[in-house]
């Protein structure tokens, strides 16, 4: 792998792009969060109202934030759980030292890929505890807040909590899976996934809640049941593509992916294809989309707004995809243009 932040390799458009989503995330953010408690919720029109500078510094509300970041970084410290192993290191390769980096750039992307101190890492920490489990209490604090505003939650308001439950829930139940992801893996820790993962999911993917809080959306049951099937749909293509990847590639004669079509490659790894990553490149992020959708429809079609997050998270999922397909390109050379061939299409069948 080349070094980080060298100059043919720089995503997301380089120290320029680095330093515009580092102002538009915090801003964007801000917007929604105002928006949504505002009457008309317009998701493009400007913000409702500036808050003054006192408003938004709170020394409780820090001080809240710092005890939850302590009580979770407590129970990640506690001696009682299973120690997983992450990915091989290359023994063979040398370290190499990028000197010129771009200060910007790196603050974005993070020039550490595992920062530690002894065995507590921050991003393996961030990536899963403080964030989707402070998403899960905020939707949470939401529904309770609803039933003493109107006197109980709403359906709408059970279905995008029961829903985001079971996502975070999953991810949880599943914690080992995420020392294979690119954000492990590839990503460095920096602003990007320090403010990913402890403010941009927390804030802005409990959304649909905080909208159904200020704009509450009648629901029946018919389209209720819909909206499930929606939801168990986009979960079981998810669930199945991700755990198929991950015994695959634990080991690869496990009985419930021996039988799957492969073909190898010049790392000696192989590449499935056939079973959910014969369908399309990337079958887990078509499963969260469909997930996606199915949480913003409990807030009705009158307002853009609720459908921020599966216009947002379709953006971060066509540009995640192309990047990772730019590393397994570098990886798998030629191995990875014949899967390729065999199956033509990223995320969506006959469609992309
Ligand atoms: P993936 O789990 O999609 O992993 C990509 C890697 O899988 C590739 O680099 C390659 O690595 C391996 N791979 C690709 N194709 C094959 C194949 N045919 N056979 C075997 N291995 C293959 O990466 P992500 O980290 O992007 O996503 C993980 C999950 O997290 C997804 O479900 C995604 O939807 C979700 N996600 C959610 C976000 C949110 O905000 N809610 C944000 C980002 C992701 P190798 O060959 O080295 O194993």
């Known amino acids: 792998m080349a070094p980080q932040g060298s100059r043919a390799e720089l995503e997301f458009g380089g120290p320029l792009g680095a330093a ?92 550490e890929l595992n920062p530690r101190i002894c065995s507590f890492d921050f991003k393996y920490f961030c990536e899963l505890r403080p964030g989707l489990i402070g998403w899960v209490l905020i939707n949470l604090a939401l529904l309770m807040q609803e039933a003493e505003l109107r006197g109980s939650p709403s359906l709408a308001m059970w279905l995008v909590n029961a829903f985001q439950l079971l996502y975070v829930g999953d991810a949880l139940w599943h914690e080992e899976a995420v020392l294979t992801t690119m954000d492990i893996i590839h990503d460095g820790f920096g602003f990007m996934l320090a403010f990913g993962d402890l403010a941009w999911v927390p804030f802005t993917y409990s959304l649909q809640a905080q909208f159904l809080l200020y704009h509450p959306e009648p629901l029946g049951l018919p389209l209720a049941s819909v909206i499930c099937l929606i939801n168990a749909v986009g979960y079981y293509i998810f669930r199945g593509a991700n755990s198929q990847k991950n015994t695959f590639r634990k080991n690869p004669s496990d009985p419930r992916v021996a039988d799957l079509e492969t073909i190898s490659t010049a790392t000696g790894r192989r590449l499935l294809v056939s079973g959910w990553w014969g369908m399309v490149r990337h079958p887990n992020y078509l499963g969260d989309l469909i997930m996606a959708l199915a949480w913003s429809l409990p807030c009705g079609v009158s307002h853009l707004l609720p459908y921020f997050y599966l216009l947002y998270f379709t953006a971060l999922l066509v540009h995640r995809e192309a990047r990772d397909e730019q590393q397994c390109l570098q990886k798998y050379g030629l191995a990875w243009h014949a899967y390729c061939q065999r199956v033509p299409y990223r995320i969506v069948p006959y469609i992309y």
């Not at 969060?33 to 020394?59: D, I, K, M, N, Q």
């Not at 979770?72 to 506690?78: D, E, R, T």
């Open 20 to 111: 515009a989503l580092m102002l538009l995330l915090p801003a964007t953010m801000f917007h929604l969060l105002l928006v949504a408690r505002s009457g008309p919720a317009r998701l493009l029109g400007p913000p409702p109202y500036l808050p003054e500078l006192e408003e938004l510094w709170s020394p409780w509300a820090l001080l809240l934030c710092l005890t939850w970041l302590g009580l979770q970084a407590g129970l990640y410290l506690l001696p009682a759980r299973k120690v997983a192993e992450g990915q091989e290191l290359k023994d063979k390769s040398r370290l190499r030292y990028p000197i010129n980096g771009n200060p910007i750039y790196d603050f974005f992307l993070g020039r």
